[in-house]
Structure formats: C-alpha cells, structure tokens
C-alpha cells in the first residue's frame, strides 16, 4: 500500500489549448478512499488514466508512495484498475479470470488458487467460480472485475465509475459492498463518479472538479456544510442548493419578502451577491417568500417542493423539503422562510467564493 500525490500534474490533449487537468495538486493517504467527482468532461477520468499511466503527463508529477511514477510503464506502477465495463473474458470461468493477470505474471499456480480462492470468499463468489461470465448477473460480474484487481495485491485501486452499467437499486447495494470491501482491505483507492451522491456516502474523502480545475477537496460532511465557492455548493447535495443572484439594500440581500443580513465587507462593496439555501433549511410558514408549487415529489420518509417564487425582479425556481405526513399539492401556494444561520453567501463575480458570515 501507498500513498499518491499528483504534483500540479497537467493535461493537455493535442489539438487543445485548453489543459483537460490543470495543474492538480492533490495528496492522497495510504489506505484512503478518494473519490473524484464532477460533471461530464471537467477532467476526472483524465486524473484517474494518467495515474494509471493511460495518459501521458505534460507538466508536472505523479508519486506512488515516494516514487516517480510519472512516466512508468502502467505494469510498472503496481496499480489495479476496474473499468466501467467489466471486460470479462466469455470463453474464461469465474476463477480463470480472476487468475488471469496473475498467470500472464508466472505465479505458481497453487499460489494463484490460493488468492482467486480467498478473493472468491471474500466477495462471495465462492458458489460461481466454475461459471462462465453470461451466467452472472451485472453485480456478479462486477464482483468478478472487482475479485480480478484483488488477487494482484497491488499498492493502489483505481475504479472509473464501476456502477453505472448497474440498475438503481443494485448500485447502491454494490457501492455499499465496495466501501466495507476497501475498509478490510485498507488499499489505497481512487474512485471516479458523476453521481454525487455516491461520492458523498463512498469517499473518505471527496475531490470536486470542474474545468480540469481542483475546486475542494475535503470530507463529505464538510463539503455539504462548507462549500468553497458557488459551483461546490450547486454540484454538491441532492435536491441541489437554491442559488439566488440578488442585491444588497441597507446591510441585507433582498429575496423576494425575505431578507438576508450580509457581512459587513460585502456590503459596503455594494455589489450583488449570490445567496444559497438548501431544500431542508427551507420552512413552511404563515408568512415568508410566496411560492407556487408546481411538483411535489414524495418519497415516503420525505417530500420535496418543487415550485416558482418572484426574487430579484423574475421568476426562479424554489426546491423546498416539506413535512412528508402532509405535504402541499400541485397547484398550491406556500410560504417558506429560512434562518439566517443556515444561508451561505457568495460572491456574485469571479469564482464565486464563499463570503465569510
């Protein structure tokens, strides 16, 4: 096992001006679990294949424990990694797939036995392996991706979204199995996912990018609790945060017939201001900001409001948490409001950072 440190490691692809990842300087633990997330194209793949040694590095490091690795052979990495497709051989059994990197390696073959056995038990595919891959469903197969890395014992895990071939409910069950897996085993793991939500309960913790660009890295608690700047706080949650562009009158940020005490500094800028709240900070009341509900999605312990309220001089779109005994209709008016304690600020330009309270 090892740690991993990219180094303001870059990536710019030919015909690019623009680097995939731009200098990215992330350490990683031994034995932790890192998960890398961001919307399509904002350079998480390219991080997890150029540690791989899948993509070639055009500035800057890449370190495996103390070594430079950034121009390694992959086979001279010691890395395992599990793609997306399972790229399971057919015309091989469970255990012959497993064993097979370790056979291209000359293991001895009692010794490959012994480690496809114990993997095998590990992920209970112990009943499966004489079977042939077409006789597996999707997670058992993804047990088998999972059980061929296990057996090399290498130093590193690399998973480039593993689940998203599942169905909904077999990939929360199988995200579950790999977080108690990588737990026992205590290998250094970098995941990669689009799904938030899979980040938030995977990860030990959880880089966010976006452009190529690091925006934070940090547990998930605290990047819920804490988000860095405005993209953090809209990508990270789900329902996703309300974000409001608004002005500042005398001291406050005026939304709709709410007000927001701004700090001082902000306010004296006399710029506008980008106001965040989550669903469930939201609160049904007599009196508050007037929305009209337009969905109501109930999910059995909870309820979400999906509706429009008039702020900053047009429509926008309101996603509230409401009492799941008795939740509003389509069609129905409501009026919610928020403690201040829970609103976070940003600013309204540049990067969007978070404004101190």
Known sequence: MASITFAETTRVYP??????VDRLDL??????????????????????????GLEDVDAGQIFIGDRDVTHLDPRDRDIAMVFQNYALYPHMTVAQNMGFALKLARTPKPEIEARVRDAAELLGLTDFLERKPKALSGGQRQRVAMGRAIVRQPQVFLMDEPLSNLDAKLRVQTRTQIAQLQRRLATTTVYVTHDQVEAMTMGDRVAVLNGGVLQQCDNPRELYRNPVNVFVAGFIGSPAMNLYTTSIVNGQALLGELTIPVPRAAAAAGKDIVVGIRPEHFEIRPDGLRVEVDVVEELGSEAFVYGRARIAGREQD????????????????????????????????????????
């Open 15 to 20: 015909g690019s001006s623009v680097p995939a």
């Open 27 to 52: 350490h990683i633990d031994d034995g932790e679990f890192l998960v890398l997330v961001g919307p399509s194209g904002c350079g998480k793949s390219t991080s997890l294949r150029m540690l791989a």
């Open 318 to 357: 309101v996603i509230a948490r409401a009492d799941w005994r008795q939740p509003p209709a389509k069609g129905d008016i409501i009026h919610v409001s928020v403690d201040e304690e829970h609103v976070h600020l940003f600013a309204a330009d540049g990067d969007g950072a978070r404004l101190p309270r």
